[in-house]
């Protein structure tokens, strides 16, 4: 890993932006030392890395990536682009003109195609949004949110942060995080309803959590995705709209393959129990859940129900 990690250092265009993510890249080198594994397998770095992968892409994936693209058990479901976007090895309109020159040759390819370039666009989106309110990592877009008493609990924060909150899909998505300075997009929405719901967070702790940790960290996505899961942001999720990390890991990880990747001493347990370990009859060294999810839904619903209209 560590060689890999250097070389992606070494190699990253000699820009500002770029000159940012080396320096993180560093401070994960002295982090992770030498352990296993690597970055997410095949990831290397450079222009012309950038563009195999997204040629890999178009020829592999992009004709299931509706469908994929929201399984955190699919390792290639999704592209893999955004730290090659972020250090400018590759830009979103070489992307765009591939994608729509794949779909000019296979017209079968046309609506994956409109869906993964609708997702291009999101990035774009955050970045007027950051042009338009330059605030958008620090202030609630919208305001009643000013009056949410969200706790202070360095522990549940810090078991967040660290992967040890007692729900697998959670903690494989921090894990993943920590380990390749990456994680799967459906996890990200997860991870960050259950910070900012279930444990009723102030979602700039997320947002600032996620900037130092992730390779491809972007000022304007992050912040637009961090307002977005809380509820916080333009034309962003209800806050209602409370993911359960149980059911979203059964259905996105049935069989518990990203789990076991990720949360391995849950490996052993059977595809069902996998989601729900508290419920296994075995000794596991992993923790019991940090909070009811039935209770921190009924929380993360009264204290929205009693900010001001
Ligand atoms: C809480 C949270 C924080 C996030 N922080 C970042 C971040 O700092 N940097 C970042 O690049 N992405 C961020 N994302 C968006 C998304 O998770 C990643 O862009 C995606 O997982 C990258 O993987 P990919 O390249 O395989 O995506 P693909 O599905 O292949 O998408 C292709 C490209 O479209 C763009 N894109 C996809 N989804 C989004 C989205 N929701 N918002 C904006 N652009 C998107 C990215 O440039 C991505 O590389 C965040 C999402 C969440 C929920």
């Known amino acids: 890993m560590v060689a890999r990690c250097a070389e992606f250092a070494r190699t990253a265009a000699p820009t500002a932006c770029s000159r940012y993510t080396r320096q993180k890249l560093c401070a994960r080198l002295h982090r992770v030392g030498t352990q296993p ?4 397998s095949g990831w290397t770095s450079g222009e012309k890395a950038a563009h195999a992968n997204l ?10 990536y509706e469908t994929q693209r ?17 250090v400018g090895q590759i830009s979103v309109r070489q992307i765009w003109h591939a994608i ?19 997702e291009l666009g999101w990035r774009d989106f955050a970045w007027m949004q950051m042009f338009t309110t330059p605030d958008l990592a620090t202030r609630n877009l919208r305001a009643e949110f000013d009056h949410m008493p969200w706790r202070a609990d360095a522990a549940d924060l810090a078991a967040w942060q660290q992967g040890q ?3 697998p899909l959670v903690d494989a998505g921090m894990r993943q995080l920590a380990r390749t300075g990456w994680m799967h ?8 309803s259950f910070l900012t719901k279930h444990l009723l967070t102030d979602w700039r702790e997320g947002e600032r959590w996620f900037y130092a940790q992730l390779l491809d960290a972007d000022a304007a996505v992050n912040a637009m995705n961090w307002q977005w899961g809380a509820g916080t942001g333009i034309d962003a999720a209800p806050w209602f709209r409370i993911f359960n990390p149980v059911g979203q890991s059964e259905k996105y ?6 789990i076991r990747t990720w949360v391995p001493e849950l490996a052993a347990l059977d595809n069902k129990t996998i989601h729900t370990p508290w419920k296994s009859t075995q000794r596991l060294k992993y923790p019991a859940p940090i909070v009811d999810l039935k209770l921190g839904r009924l929380r993360a619903l009264e204290n929205w129900k009693n900010l001001p209209k």
Request: proline fraction near 10%; aromatic fraction near 8%.
């Open 37 to 40: 594994p690597a970055l997410p």
């Open 55 to 64: 040629h890999r892409f178009i020829e592999n994936a992009l004709a299931d």
């Open 70 to 86: 929201d399984r955190a058990d699919a390792p290639h479901g999704t592209s893999l682009l955004s730290p090659y976007i972020r």
């Open 100 to 118: 729509r020159h794949a779909e000019h040759q296979n017209p079968h390819l046309a609506t994956p195609a409109e869906k993964f370039l609708a």
């Open 165 to 167: 909150t007692g729900f």
């Open 185 to 192: 997009n459906r996890v990200r929405m997860v991870v960050a």
């Open 253 to 258: 990880d049935p069989a518990g393959q990203y």
